[in-house]
Nanobody, 121 residues
């Protein structure tokens, strides 16, 4: 069984910084792309940033220049600087993770449970 566990959320003042971490564990054969998403009440979940297994990154326009995604083995990080009130949301990580099923490898999306980020004075 595969699990993704996010840590690092919390309350921060506008202009402040937070770093989110997401660690994957379980019977993992390999991990492809990993990413961070966020969701606020009444809105659809939106992509914030993602990173491929080769290290190629992509960011939403709203966070470019402020957020940095990185990864180390089975952990993905999101460094968030110059935070704004509109960054307030529940942040989720997602991984494209391969697991062995018999003689084949199944690749599925796995999600973490989410961590609250609140930017407020």
């Amino acid at each position: 069984q595969v699990q993704l566990v996010e840590t690092g959320g919390g309350l921060v003042q506008p202009g402040g910084s937070l770093t989110l971490s997401c660690a994957a564990s379980g019977s993992i054969f390999g991990i492809g792309s990993m990413g961070w998403y966020r969701q606020t009440p009444g809105k659809e979940r939106e992509s914030v940033a993602n990173i491929t297994s080769g290290g190629t990154t992509n960011y939403a326009d709203s966070v470019k220049g402020r957020f940095t995604i990185s990864r180390d083995k089975k952990t993905v990080f999101l460094q968030m600087n110059s935070l704004k009130p509109e960054d307030t949301a529940v942040y989720y990580c997602k991984g494209d993770i391969g697991t062995i099923m018999g003689r084949s490898v199944n690749v599925n999306d796995y999600w973490g449970q989410g961590t609250q980020v609140t930017v407020s004075s």
